[in-house]
């Protein structure tokens, strides 16, 4: 029994001597015995960490671009909404604004007159429709917007600018 023990005993110490000392990070465990070997390996550690960084900058800077897209839409849609309210309470536009858009444009609001110089639904010259609600032509502005300058230009000067059709 105490030969076994001893046996034993010098086994273990073998085993001991001969399994290699692990530094307890996986890189170097088993694989990296040399200093050259464990710079190399420190460096590749480095090089995905700077990595990691310039990738999380730029998805910080395209967040912060969704950001003030995001910021910008609301801006455009307040603005839609306050001139759909403003046009459905102009006064009795279905009543005049319909007939008007077909006499002048047969309803397109993006016809062109034959010169160029009329616009829109409503046939905007430049100086009529002035860049109304930041849009510089007619033709590139949504419906209701184009209703909702129509109905301005009316109440400031009356059907004057329609002599055809208003």
């Avoid at 530094?23 to 070997?37: D, I, K, L, Q, V």
């Avoid at 990738?55 to 909404?81: F, N, W």
């Avoid at 309803?107 to 639904?121: H, L």
Wanted: glycine share 6%; net charge positive.
């Amino acid at each position: 029994m105490r030969t076994a023990i001893l046996i034993l005993a010098f086994l273990l110490t073998i085993m001991a001597l001969t399994t290699p000392v692990s530094t307890g990070h996986p890189y170097w465990s088993e694989g990296a015995r040399t200093n050259e070997e464990q710079a190399q390996r420190l460096d590749l550690l480095r090089d995905e960490r700077r990595e990691r960084k310039v990738k999380l900058r730029r998805t910080e800077r395209r967040i912060d671009v969704l950001r003030a897209r995001k910021h910008r839409l609301k801006q455009s849609i307040r603005q839609h909404r306050s001139l759909l309210s403003f046009i459905k309470t102009a006064t009795g536009y279905v009543e005049w604004l319909y007939p008007l858009r077909v006499c002048e444009s047969t309803n397109n609001y993006r016809a062109v007159s034959a010169s160029g110089t009329y616009r829109g639904a409503y046939q905007f010259d430049s100086g009529s429709w002035a860049d109304a609600y930041g849009y510089h032509d007619p033709i590139d502005a949504p419906w209701y917007v184009q209703d909702a300058r129509t109905a301005t230009v009316r109440r400031e000067r009356g059907t004057s600018p329609w002599p055809n059709c208003g």
